[in-house]
């Protein structure tokens, strides 16, 4: 089945920090009021972004569209999905106000947490997912560069890698990154996590990687942020932010995504082995379990 098309609104946050000031405010608007910009002019939307029609032309042509026409048929076409799909008390669009009420706070939390995942379902590009599965599964090893909450997300690739017997190693620290990322050649796969792409410490142990000869992979939620110009493949997640930052459980749920489906996929391609792997890595803990048969055969 053909994957379904991304969602302007999606397309449009995650081009948001490279476009100009005068695009950031077009794009402000269509992410926050797409349903009322599908009834607009492109006057109108002009006027209310306080830009210019061809600011709003420019916009139209980053987010992969002929023009302002093809953009209002998109946001209508979403907007009546949403409609349709929306029930009277789904927090829809709506972000954490102070004064909603902690059963509300929740509602709106689970949704956005939702939409991240299946918004990053929808706009994985299939052909670059291959080509990550692929040089993960030929690796001789895998670094994995993370900081902050995409450490977490880094650290969980490692221990599903190695639980299938790949050799992968999670870096957090700046200097032992670099270290690491020094001694990396050809043979090996090194994989940048940053939600907002602009992370230094990430950024520089990835683009060391790159030069010393091994394959780079970018996850990040902007596709044209700067860690993305020292990647060879890109893979994106679609992860919006909220008040209070619930917007960062959101990313690492989207991250944690993609993951699972490079997991998958590598487990897919080396499938014998994975098997072998999985249950000697089994068998290992089982033992562990409270009420579980603690002697060995």
């Given at each position: 089945m053909k994957p379904p098309p991304v969602e302007a609104v999606v397309r449009a946050r995650g081009l948001l920090p490279s476009l100009s000031p005068a695009e950031q405010r077009v794009?402000?608007?269509?992410?926050?009021?797409?349903?009322?910009?599908?009834?607009?002019?492109?006057?109108?939307?002009?006027?209310?972004?306080?830009?210019?029609?061809?600011?709003v032309i420019r916009f139209c042509r980053a987010l992969g569209f002929a023009g302002y026409s093809e953009l209002r048929l998109t946001l209508a076409g979403e907007a009546g999905r949403a409609?349709?799909?929306?029930?009277?008390?789904?927090?829809?669009?709506?972000?954490?106000?102070?004064?909603?009420?902690?059963?509300?706070?929740v509602k709106k939390i689970a949704f956005a947490d939702a939409r991240a995942v299946e918004e990053t379902a929808a706009q994985i590009d299939i052909a670059v997912l291959e080509q990550v599965v692929g040089l993960v599964a030929g690796a001789r090893r895998v670094d994995i560069y993370g900081v902050g909450a995409s450490?977490?997300?880094?650290?969980?690739?490692?221990?599903?890698?190695?639980?299938?017997?790949?050799?992968?190693?999670?870096?957090?620290?700046?200097?032992?990154?670099?270290?690491?990322?020094?001694?990396?050649?050809?043979?090996?796969?090194?994989?940048?996590?940053?939600?907002?792409?602009?992370?230094?410490?990430?950024?520089?142990?990835?683009?060391?990687?790159?030069?010393?000869?091994a394959?780079?992979?970018?996850?990040?939620?902007?596709?044209?942020?700067?860690?993305?110009?020292?990647?060879?493949?890109?893979?994106?997640?679609?992860?919006?932010?909220?008040?209070?930052?619930?917007?960062?459980?959101?990313?690492?749920?989207?991250?944690?995504?993609?993951?699972?489906?490079?997991?998958?996929?590598?487990?897919q391609r080396t499938y014998q082995e994975t098997r072998t792997a999985l249950d000697a890595t089994f068998a290992a803990v089982r033992g562990r379990r409270i009420g579980t048969d603690r002697r060995r055969g």
């Open positions: 794009a402000r608007v269509v992410i926050d009021e797409a349903a009322t910009v599908a009834r607009l002019t492109i006057t109108e939307l002009a006027e209310r972004a306080h830009s210019s029609e061809s600011t409609y349709e799909a929306a029930t009277s008390d789904e927090p829809v669009g709506s972000d954490i106000s102070p004064g909603d009420e902690l059963a509300q706070v450490a977490f997300v880094a650290t969980d690739f490692q221990q599903k890698l190695h639980r299938i017997g790949r050799i992968a190693y999670a870096w957090s620290d700046t200097h032992v990154a670099l270290t690491s990322a020094a001694l990396l050649d050809e043979r090996d796969v090194a994989f940048g996590i940053s939600h907002t792409g602009t992370t230094s410490d990430t950024i520089d142990a990835f683009t060391l990687a790159g030069q010393r000869g394959r780079t992979v970018a996850l990040t939620n902007f596709p044209k942020s700067p860690i993305t110009r020292v990647a060879d493949l890109v893979l994106t997640t679609a992860a919006r932010e909220t008040t209070f930052r619930s917007g960062a459980m959101a990313s690492r749920l989207a991250q944690l995504t993609v993951i699972d489906c490079v997991f998958v996929g590598v487990a």
